[in-house]
């Protein structure tokens, strides 16, 4: 009976860890009007035939702190790779000059920089969201146990146990959206 609720715990730290990482991945792909080349994760372009992250069909690399620049290994890639940024519709728009796409990065606004932090604390909240019905789970379980005759004192130190648990995952989400909220209003 102790090992399931452990075992429930040891799977639930792993869904925690798994959250966060997603939440990681979400915020990367919100733009701070700094250049940078995970704006492009997540497009896909047709590529004999399969589907291909445009890293995975060109260099993409920084010019400078406002410019991505996509240079794809065949010359015959650039409009595919240009309709891909178009069609992912993420608000950019891309220069193609024949051998090399550049993105510029416009400059946010105060109001756009606004919505954008909205947008993090959202998917801050989504992420918690998420730990604390994984949380509910585990209570549940453990109640449940200490009904069928898992000691009551033992249940409530695995209660305590998932809370801090829980406030540890809850810094690390504060962390990662105070870090990105920064970066957004830094101009």
């Known amino acids: 009976m102790y090992t399931e609720i452990e075992k429930l715990v040891a799977d639930s730290t792993k869904n925690f860890d798994k ?16 250049a940078s080349t995970s704006i492009l994760d997540g497009i896909l372009v047709e590529y004999y035939g399969s589907n291909m992250p445009v890293n995975q069909v ?19 890639m650039l409009q595919v790779i240009e309709q891909a940024i178009f069609a992912a519709n993420i608000g950019l728009t891309p ?4 051998e090399f796409i550049r993105i510029t990065i416009p400059a946010l606004t105060e109001e756009r920089r606004k919505d954008l932090v909205k947008q993090v604390k959202h998917l801050g909240e989504e992420t918690r969201i998420g730990i604390r019905s994984e ?6 379980f453990i109640k449940k ?4 005759g898992y000691p009551e004192d033992a249940g409530k130190r695995m209660e ?17 959206l105070e870090s990105k909220e920064k970066d957004i209003m830094t101009i």
């Open 145 to 148: 146990e200490v009904k069928d």
């Open 19 to 34: 959250s966060i990482d997603h939440l990681q991945k979400e915020l990367v792909k919100v733009r701070t009007g700094k």
């Open 58 to 76: 060109a260099n993409v690399g920084l010019a400078d702190a406002k410019t991505i620049t996509i240079q794809p290994w065949e010359k015959s």
């Open 160 to 176: 305590d146990k998932i809370q801090e648990l829980i406030s540890s995952y809850g810094d690390k989400i504060d962390a990662l």
């Open 135 to 140: 949380r509910h789970k585990i209570l549940d």
């Open 95 to 98: 220069q193609n000059d024949g």
